[in-house]
T-cell receptor, first 114, second 114 residues
Framework: AQSVTQLGSHVSVSEGALVLLRCNYS??????LFWYVQYPNQGLQLLLK??????LVKGINGFEAEFKKSETSFHLTKPSAHMSDAAEYFC????????????FGAGTRLAVHP | EAGVTQFPSHSVIEKGQTVTLRCDPI?????LYWYRRVMGKEIKFLLH????????ESGMPNNRFLAERTGGTYSTLKVQPAELEDSGVYFC????????????FGQGTRLTVV
């Protein structure tokens, strides 16, 4: 069975600092991987996704993630945090070739302080 | 283009009452999904419609939950009778293709059962 683990339910960074949100997955077949973000009072928005091809994926708002098969990881990074990045971030996986049935991690709430 | 819309945004009901949540997907999206997030836990899949047919309802917690999608347009999720453990945020998502495409999420309905 597939599962997703997000290390750290809360992460706090200073404005301008590196953002690193960790995600590890378990899957018996090559997965498709996603990062979603939920800003306050809004729905989930797709940040980026990995399906096939280049393992370094760039998303919106300066975020990127790297698929590392050997580490079964898909960590999300951003070089310089902005106050507007404060939100909850969800890593998710779907079985490649399978229907869009997302399996989510528990989420990481990112706080950015001045 | 309108996104995925969910009604109501909040609902507070007493244990034993009935509540109906509604989701209007993006026009033309045949695939509609329901997910739920119980407080502090991961977002979990409930079910998946392709047009008006239930493709996968493996995540439905029990027979107190009934989902419908008449005519393949909007969907409703009824909880009858509601229990305390049903409290959480219910998300709806839709996608155009069956697989490998982005699922667009609504803002969610926050259900509180007291």
């Amino acid at each position: 069975a597939q599962s997703v683990t997000q290390l750290g339910s809360h992460v706090s960074v200073s404005e301008g600092a590196l953002v690193l949100l960790r995600c590890n997955y378990s899957s018996s077949v090559p997965p498709y991987l996603f990062w979603y973000v939920q800003y306050p009072n809004q729905g989930l928005q797709l940040l980026l996704k990995y399906t096939t091809g280049a393992t370094l994926v760039k998303g919106i708002n300066g975020f990127e993630a790297e698929f590392k098969k050997s580490e079964t990881s898909f960590h999300l990074t951003k070089p310089s945090a902005h106050m507007s990045d404060a939100a909850e971030y969800f890593c998710a996986v779907v079985r490649s070739g399978g229907y869009n049935k997302l399996i989510f991690g528990a989420g990481t709430r990112l706080a950015v302080h001045p | 283009e309108a996104g995925v819309t969910q009604f109501p945004s909040h609902s507070v009901i007493e244990k034993g009452q009935t509540v109906t949540l509604r989701c209007d997907p993006i026009s033309g999206h045949d695939n509609l999904y329901w997910y739920r997030r119980v407080m502090g836990k991961e977002i979990k899949f409930l079910l998946h419609f392709v047009k008006e047919s239930k493709q996968d309802e493996s995540g439905m917690p029990n027979n107190r939950f009934l989902a419908e999608r008449t005519g393949g347009t909007y969907s409703t999720l009824k909880v009858q009778p509601a229990e305390l453990e049903d409290s959480g945020v219910y998300f709806c998502a839709s996608s155009q293709a069956l697989m490998n495409t982005e699922a667009f999420f609504g803002q969610g309905t926050r259900l509180t059962v007291v």
